[in-house]
Structures are given as C-alpha cells and as structure tokens.
C-alpha cells in the first residue's frame, strides 16, 4: 500500500482542450481504486503541397499521431468549418490496465480524394469566402501600440478594422492593445461594433512589453475551449518586457493556442524579432508575416484567414505515459501518395501547472508591468 501511494503523483496542465484544461488525477477514499481524468489534446493542422495550397478532403485515418512516440487514436476529427465528429467511444478515465482506447464500430462512407486549394485572393470578398468557414474560432488580436506605431498608425487601425469585419461567423472575438501594458479593449464577444469601437479608439504612445502582454493574453485565451487563435500585430522589437519569448511559447503550445504574428518591419533590419516571430509561430502552428507596406499587412490578414478556413481538427485521449514533463508530439500522413505533401502544427506540451503560475508571477512583482482592463 505504501509503495502505491507513494506513486500516487500527478500533475495538471493547460492543454487547448475541452471541455477544461489539463490533466488531473483523483484519489479515492479506498486507495486501491486510482481514477485518472484525461482531457482531450486538441491539434490544430495545416496540410499544404510544396506551392503553399492546402490540401482538403482527407480522412481521419489519413493522420498518424503519436505522443512522445506512443501511437495516440483519434477521438474527435474536423476539417475547416465542419464540426468535429467523434471517431472514438467517449472514454473520460485511463483504462484500468492500460489497455488503448475502443475505435467506434461506425462505417463511414468512402469520401472523395484529396484535393489541392489554392488560397484565396486577398481581392476577393473576405466575408463570403473565408469569414463562414472559421466559425468556432475564438480570436485575439493584439496590436502593437506602442511609440514605435506613429507611423502608419491609421493604415493599421484600418487592417485590423477590415478584418474584423471579414470573421463574421467566427464565434467571438477579443480585441486587446499594448504598449508598456496590456488593454483589453473588447473582451471575447460576439459583439463586432464592440470590438470595431476598440479598435477605433486606440492611441500610440510609450514602450513595448510584447512579450508580457502577449503572456496575459495567452492566459485568457486558455481559459476557453475550442479553437484559440492569437493574432499579433507589431511594429518593432520589445523594449520593456520581464518574460522571455520562450516562456510564452511554450505555454500557447501547452494550452493549444496557435499565434500568427504580423509585423510591419522588414524581416532584415530586425534579425532577433525576426527569429523569435517565426520560432514562436512555428512552434504553436502558426504563421509569421512581415509586411513592408500596408497592402502586404491586407494579404497577411487575408493569408491567416485562409489558414483558419482550412485547418484539420483532431483531438485524442493521451495514452497512459509515465512523462511528467514535456510531451512531443508529432503528426504525419499515411501513405505514398500523401508523403508529398507538408504538415503544420504545434509540436509538444508541458504535463505542469506550476508553469504558468511561475511564469505569470513575474508580472505581479515591483517594478514589472501590469496589465489594466
């Protein structure tokens, strides 16, 4: 009994999952009857050919999935605006003796082959080509307004604004801003004149805490299910943040939030901001633009649009893993004619709670920033 109980230790975490976030474990009153309680592991997945187009019309058993290389089955599948469809009998606890999770006996009709999209002219009426198929989504977007945004403040304010406008079925929306510290404009709504009023109002001036405000943001977004997408809108490095860059990647991958970063300074007159937008971006299964001129920030916005539009959902059951700390995660197609085609999502997740706690303590302590509602 001793020894049982001695191995009785679990950690939580933030996972992009549903229907809450982490991983728990429970105890009974007679400790020879463990539950464990699994959440389900949300990925996000762009599928693209070597040009960029998006490749649709796959199946779930077109995917491969492992965990720290353990095969993971697929609980829930979706592709763009379709909604997940359960693949798996609804198994909630580990099974007792480790044995794999039970495929539905459902037979699916054979559906059509693969087929390569191009994507969508930034030209083209965003609201009825991308906008109804993102619903869903749970969007943030937080712009940079800071001292470095003088010039071509309104230009910004104006992407923003049509974008916006062009997600008009995505579910709901939050409109956030920075400088030294973190506005938060329009919280998550349904409510676009709520959220076009934040974007309107918004004036420039003082440092940027990027990193800290992208931090809070990340934080909010975790704390709904379904698809959480992060938009950042920047124009310059961070000047006044106290978090690492690492330390906010890795909890966006480890709640499941996907970050796109957008920043209107040219790739190679900031080298290190440069490096840490498209690591960050990379790592969560996002994107990251620079955008010389205001037409290029209208096809950034256009381009994340389209990615939202074509994104696979799969969802899994994490088998039993004795790993406590981070978790690779790696998908793959199945198949010759498949193997010519790119995957894109995050890569991992951290099994611990402590480290958002540890990480967002450091806004709270004299002298860092705070953020203000």
């Not at 809450?20 to 592991?41: C, F, M, W």
């Not at 693949?87 to 039970?102: M, W």
């Not at 910004?156 to 995505?170: E, M, T």
Request: with cysteine; net charge positive.
């Amino acid at each position: 009994m001793a020894i049982a109980m001695k191995y009785l230790l679990f950690s939580c975490i933030f996972l992009g999952l549903f229907p809450g976030s982490g991983t728990t474990a429970r105890a009974q009153d007679d400790a020879l009857h463990i539950r464990v309680n699994v959440d389900l592991v949300q990925l996000d997945v762009a599928v693209t050919d070597r040009k960029g187009n998006y490749v649709t019309g796959l199946r779930p058993e077109d995917f491969a999935v492992t965990e720290d290389r353990i095969p993971e089955k697929t609980a829930f599948f979706g592709e763009g605006n379709q909604p997940a469809r359960r693949l798996l009998e609804p198994v909630p606890e580990t099974p007792p003796s480790g044995q794999p999770l039970k495929q539905a006996s459902v037979t699916q009709p054979a559906p059509p082959a693969p087929k390569v999209v191009r994507p969508s002219s930034a030209s083209a009426d965003p609201t009825e080509t991308l906008g109804s198929m993102v619903s869903g989504a749970n969007v943030f977007i937080l712009f940079d307004t800071s001292n470095y945004m003088y010039r071509g403040f309104a230009f910004a304010q104006d992407a923003i604004a049509d974008f916006v406008r062009s997600l008009g079925s995505a579910s709901k929306l939050a409109f956030y801003s920075y400088s030294r510290d973190l506005s938060r404009a329009a919280p998550l709504t349904d409510d676009r004149s709520q959220v076009l009023h934040g974007v309107r109002t918004t004036v420039a001036g003082d440092d940027a805490a990027l990193y800290n405000s992208l931090l809070l943001t990340v934080k909010d977004a975790a704390t709904h299910t379904g698809r959480k997408v992060i938009v950042v809108f920047s124009n310059g490095p961070d000047n006044a943040s106290v978090v690492p860059p690492e330390d906010v990647a890795e909890l966006a991958q480890s709640t499941g939030t996907v970050i796109y970063m957008i920043s209107t300074r040219e790739a190679q007159l900031e080298p290190i901001s440069t490096a840490v937008f498209e690591r960050m971006s990379k790592a969560t299964g996002g994107k990251a633009y620079f955008a010389k001129t205001w037409r290029d920030e209208t096809r950034a916005f256009a381009s994340i649009r389209d990615d939202l539009a074509h994104l696979y959902s799969l969802s899994y059951y994490p088998q039993p893993n004795p790993n406590r700390g981070w978790r690779t995660i790696k998908v793959r197609l199945v198949g010759d004619k498949l193997q010519k085609y790119h995957i894109r999502t995050r890569d991992g997740y951290r099994l611990q709670q402590a480290q958002a706690s540890s990480v967002t303590s450091r806004l709270s302590t004299p002298g860092s920033n705070a953020a203000t509602n």
